[in-house]
Nanobody
Framework: QVQLVESGGGLVQPGGSLRLSCAASGLTFNSYELKWYRQAPGKERELVAAITRDGGSTNYLDSVKGRFTISRDNTKNTAYLQMNSLKPEDTAMYYC???????????WGQGTQVTVSS
């Protein structure tokens, strides 16, 4: 049974930092690309950051470039999203996604809430 469990969300003031974690089990972790998505109330889910299977390549939503860093530790089956200089517009539910292309397998976590407010 595949599980992705996010943690690390919470309430933080503007300018603050959080580190989200995504702990995976039940899958061959290094066979999957890892992505972080977010969804704010009334808005569509958007891709925030992605990292390749070996961690060698990353990409980011333009609005988080320079503030967020995605990483992974394949020895711990865990992915991370370090979020710095947080802004109120970063407030959303953040989801971890594991994607394998061949064969196509796609798994999601339950989400962790990030609220940026003074």
């Amino acid at each position: 049974q595949v599980q992705l469990v996010e943690s690390g969300g919470g309430l933080v003031q503007p300018g603050g930092s959080l580190r989200l974690s995504c702990a995976a089990s039940g899958l061959t972790f290094n066979s999957y690309e890892l992505k972080w998505y977010r969804q704010a109330p009334g808005k569509e889910r958007e891709l925030v950051a992605a990292i390749t299977r070996d961690g060698g390549s990353t990409n980011y939503l333009d609005s988080v470039k320079g503030r967020f860093t995605i990483s992974r530790d394949n020895t711990k089956n865990t992915a991370y999203l370090q979020m710095n200089s947080l802004k109120p517009e970063d407030t959303a539910m953040y989801y971890c996604n594991a994607l394998r292309l061949v064969p196509r397998l796609d798994f999601w976590g339950q989400g962790t809430q990030v609220t940026v407010s003074s």
